[in-house]
Structure formats: C-alpha cells, structure tokens
C-alpha cells in the first residue's frame, strides 16, 4: 500500500509538472496574443488616422473640383461671348472691306473724270 502511494505521489508530481508546464505555456501564449493584439490595435489606429486624413483631402478636392467646374463654366461662357464678339467684328470688318474696296473703285472713276474735266 506503501508502494502504491508513492507511485500515485508520483503520478500526482508529474501530472501536476505538466500542468504547470500548460499553464506556462498557455500564459504565455496569451500574453504573446495580447501584444499581438495591441499591435493590431495600433496599426488599425494609424490606418483609421491615414483613412481619415484621406476622407479629409477626398472632401478638400471635392470642393476644388466644383470650384474648377464652375469656373470653367465661367470661361465657356466668357469664350462663347468672345467668339460672338469676334464673329461680329469679322462681318464688320468685310462689310468695312466691301466699303473701302467701293470707294476705291469709285475713286478709280472720278479721279479720272476730274481730271480730264
């Protein structure tokens, strides 16, 4: 009975050593996932900083990009206005050439007439 006590004495020393050695195991293991999620924690925190200074500059060019299209808007309609102008300056100045290119002509015939008078 001795020897069968010792022997489970025994049995109980290992199975308690292995015990200790899976619960060192096992804090470990545990303190290692905490620093990995502290890790992950921090990384996700600088991704959400990085993804909320680009959702910042997204809606700064937003902004500037209206600003441009209604600008452009502006310089279409300041270049049909001028290409009116220009149209019109054009049919002014062939009417202005069709008048002098009369007057010439009709220099050309009194120019002669006078001076034959």
């Known amino acids: 009975l001795q020897q069968q006590a010792e022997q489970t004495c025994r049995q109980l020393v290992r199975t308690q050593e292995e015990h200790e050695h899976l619960l060192q195991a096992a804090v470990e293991q545990a303190e290692g996932l905490e620093r990995s999620l502290r890790n992950a924690e921090a990384v996700l925190a600088e991704r959400a900083a990085q993804l909320k200074d680009a959702q910042a500059q997204l809606s ?57 008078g």
């Open 60 to 116: 700064r060019n937003k902004l500037l990009i209206e600003e441009l299209r209604g600008e452009n808007r502006r310089f279409a309609m300041a270049l049909q206005a001028a290409e009116l102008k220009q149209k019109s300056m054009e049919e002014k100045n062939q009417l202005l050439e069709e008048q002098a290119s009369a007057l010439k002509h009709l220099i050309g015939k009194i120019t002669p007439a006078s001076l034959s």
